[in-house]
């Protein structure tokens, strides 16, 4: 399931920031592809997209620094809905 949601979320970051070939441990904070606003962009889309509320002790930057780091999120958030 994770490599789908990993796909789904490649799909949203790679269509709104034209950063293609990102790796999916590729940190696009530290690689300056994407800042605060653009962080609740992502979490809008998770929650909207995947049908979850993210909680709140889970609105940690470092849970939105990756597609594996959101993969995990979206997987971790779906086991305790």
């Given at each position: 399931m994770e490599s789908n949601t990993k796909a789904q979320i490649r799909e949203f970051i790679e269509g709104r920031l034209?950063?293609?070939?990102?790796?999916?441990?590729?940190?696009?904070?530290?690689?300056?592809?994407?800042?605060?606003?653009?962080?609740?962009?992502?979490?809008?889309?998770?929650e909207k997209h995947f049908g979850l509320q993210i909680a709140n002790d889970e609105l940690d930057i470092a849970n939105f620094r990756s597609i594996s780091a959101m993969a995990t999120l979206v997987d971790r958030s779906r086991l305790a809905a």
């Open positions: 034209r950063a293609a070939d990102l790796p999916d441990d590729g940190d696009i904070f530290t690689l300056g592809l994407a800042n605060s606003l653009f962080a609740m962009e992502l979490v809008l889309f998770i």
